[in-house]
T-cell receptor, first 108, second 117 residues
Framework: LAKTTQPISMDSYEGQEVNITCSHN???????ITWYQQFPSQGPRFIIQ???TKVTNEVASLFIPADRKSSTLSLPRVSLSDTAVYYC?????????FGAGTRLTVKP | DTGVSQNPRHKITKRGQNVTFRCDPI?????LYWYRQTLGQGPEFLTY????????KSRLLSDRFSAERPKGSFSTLEIQRTEQGDSAMYLC???????????????FGDGTRLSIL
């Protein structure tokens, strides 16, 4: 199974764009890339999922280069309420392996 | 869509007792998953069901852990003879799957926090 590597923590300020990159060098052909957000004492919340190129929804964009060995979650104009842990997962949805995630802190 | 519901939200028990948690998935979802999460770590996959069939259980942490989904709707996770190391958040998730749609993302509940005294 593909292992993911992402920064342990990131800081940002309100109104900035935040990009969190995840490395997954041994991603398999059938694997999707999925990002979740988790607040303390809550379950993870689905943000976005993609297979290749670019995916955009109302809260985020996901950029995936042609070799699919990495991906970048882009959060436009973050607010204080975006302070959370963000997880990058690679694999089939019936076999998801979470890493430790990236702790994003948004400052005023 | 009422979301995934887990009960109880908190459970405190003495070491050696048995505990059971319940998960009610999103109604139209046929897959249901259980995870464990300890402080500072990401969720750790335990097992999953498609309808009432348990399709993966090799990653249950020990034979003290078992899960059921008898009618393909709600599920229960039981831990027998609890140990202090079982203290954690237990998360449930559900998703829909069919051969046409394939890979649909999981939706999580807010978990049951277990504390072993």
């Amino acid at each position: 199974l593909a292992k993911t590597t992402q920064p342990i923590s990131m800081d940002s300020y309100e109104g900035q764009e935040v990009n969190i990159t995840c490395s997954h060098n041994n991603i398999a052909t059938n694997d999707y890339i999925t990002w979740y957000q988790q607040f303390p004492s809550q379950g993870p919340r689905f943000i976005i999922q993609g297979y290749k190129t670019k995916v955009t929804n109302e809260v985020a964009s996901l950029f995936i280069p042609a070799d699919r060995k990495s991906s970048t979650l882009s959060l436009p104009r973050v607010s204080l309420s975006d302070t959370a842990v963000y997880y990058c997962l690679v694999g089939e949805n019936n076999d998801m392996r979470f890493g430790a995630g990236t702790r994003l802190t948004v400052k005023p | 869509d009422t979301g995934v519901s887990q009960n109880p939200r908190h459970k405190i028990t003495k070491r050696g007792q048995n505990v059971t948690f319940r998960c009610d998935p999103i109604s139209e979802h046929n897959r249901l998953y259980w995870y464990r999460q300890t402080l500072g770590q990401g969720p750790e996959f335990l097992t999953y069901f498609q309808n009432e069939a348990q399709l993966e259980k090799s990653r249950l942490l020990s034979d003290r852990f078992s899960a059921e989904r008898p009618k393909g709707s709600f599920s229960t996770l039981e831990i027998q003879r609890t140990e202090q190391g079982d203290s954690a958040m237990y998360l449930c998730a559900s998703s829909s799957w069919d051969r046409g749609d394939g890979n649909q993302p999981q939706h999580f509940g807010d978990g049951t926090r277990l504390s072993i005294l």
